[in-house]
T-cell receptor, first 114, second 114 residues
């Protein structure tokens, strides 16, 4: 079955500290991989995506993610968190070669303390 | 350029009623997808339409239906509302049916069923 697992329901980090949000997926073949962010009451905004090539991808707002095929993981990182990064983060996978269904994880809520 | 627009932003219905949610994609985007996001969970795929044809359907009952119009806007209809239908309904558009084109989300329609 196709699925995305985000093991951490919520994470609290201090402002200025580093951040890593975990994501594992189960899929028939290597899918397209995405991270989205959702602020309260808002839709989802794309942070970054992985299609092919370099397994370390850079996104907006200083975020990066690393694809590890052997671990079926796509973890999101940021070296120094800002208070404005507090939000919910969703990892998602989508089919290559066309298709319609993007599967989302349950999300990780990030809290930032001063 | 206008992003994905959804209406209404909030609505309250009672059990057994019907609801219609509307979505206008980004100009030039021909594919529209609908997702249901229950509080505390990730978005769940409901439908995708491309070129006015249904291209995919998630695991939702027949009470859920949708259509896409010649101008590529879309409606999601839900009949015989249940309390469990309370959720944020997200519309997303992309240029075509390729998985390489990322989804751009609207801010959503918040449905409360009493």
């Amino acid at each position: 079955a196709q699925s995305v697992t985000q093991p951490d329901i919520h994470i609290t980090v201090s402002e200025g500290a580093s951040l890593e949000l975990r994501c594992n997926y189960s899929y028939g073949a290597t899918p397209y991989l995405f991270w989205y962010v959702q602020s309260p009451g808002q839709g989802l905004q794309l942070l970054l995506k992985y299609f092919s090539g370099d397994t370390l991808v850079q996104g907006i707002k200083g975020f990066e993610a690393e694809f590890k095929r052997s671990q079926s993981s796509f973890n999101l990182r940021k070296p120094s968190v800002h208070w404005s990064d507090a939000a919910e983060y969703f990892c998602a996978v989508g089919p290559r070669g066309g298709g319609f269904k993007t599967i989302f994880g349950a999300g990780t809520r990030l809290f930032v303390k001063a | 350029d206008a992003g994905v627009t959804q209406s209404p932003t909030h609505l309250i219905k009672t059990r057994g009623q019907h609801v219609t949610l509307r979505c206008s994609p980004i100009s030039g985007h021909k594919s529209v997808s609908w997702y249901q996001q229950v509080l505390g969970q990730g978005p769940q795929f409901i439908f995708q339409y491309y070129e006015k044809e249904e291209r995919g359907r998630g695991n939702f009952p027949d009470r859920f239906s949708a259509r896409q119009f010649p101008n590529y806007s879309s409606e999601l209809n839900v009949n015989a509302l249940l309390l469990g239908d309370s959720a944020l309904y997200l519309c997303a558009s992309r240029r075509d049916n390729s998985g390489a084109n990322v989804l751009t989300f609207g801010a959503g329609s918040r449905l409360t069923v009493l």
